[in-house]
């Protein structure tokens, strides 16, 4: 694993639905990796905890299908903003389709991991995303690899 099991890593999650939310946390607490945790249950809220921390999260795990304000215009608004320039952005989604995927490479998103179905495959799939190194370099890769599902 990249990031050392001695050091958290602070994940925001923009997620709207209670069970999705509690999916996601329930598999977090099973990896080796340490993860503080913060919720965003829609788009207001994720820009009111983004501007209030000096420090912004390790990485965001971002929605699309959010209230107040989705998540391709919040993808579209924090990517404006280059204070943002160095968080990862995983866009966790149950939408397959190439529209929103293509919107979301074309955006600037990292990667965009498709909602799983058991605990057993999104474990599956966070052990890939925390495998990066993303305090050290931001991680953008080619199309071809951008989907992440189990």
């Not at 905890?49 to 000096?54: A, F, G, R, S, V």
């Not at 529209?99 to 495959?121: D, M, T, W």
Request: aromatic letters at 10%.
């Amino acid at each position: 694993m990249a990031i050392s099991t001695y050091e958290s890593t602070h994940v925001l999650m923009a997620e709207d639905d209670d069970d999705d939310y509690m999916f996601f946390s329930l598999a977090v607490n099973e990896l080796s990796v340490k993860v503080v945790l913060t919720r965003a249950e829609n788009g207001d809220i994720l820009f009111k905890l983004l501007e209030k921390d000096e420090e912004h999260p390790d990485m965001l795990f971002l929605d699309l299908l959010l209230p107040c304000k989705n998540g391709k215009d919040c993808l579209r608004e924090i990517r404006a903003n280059r204070k943002y320039d160095s968080m990862p952005i995983i866009v966790y989604s149950s939408l397959e389709d190439l529209q929103s995927i293509e919107f979301c490479y074309r955006e600037g998103s990292n990667l965009y991991a498709i909602k799983p179905h058991s605990l057993v495959e999104l474990k599956d799939v966070l052990e890939k995303i925390f495998s990066v190194n993303w305090k050290k370099m931001m991680y953008y890769p080619p199309k071809s690899s951008f989907v992440i599902n189990a």
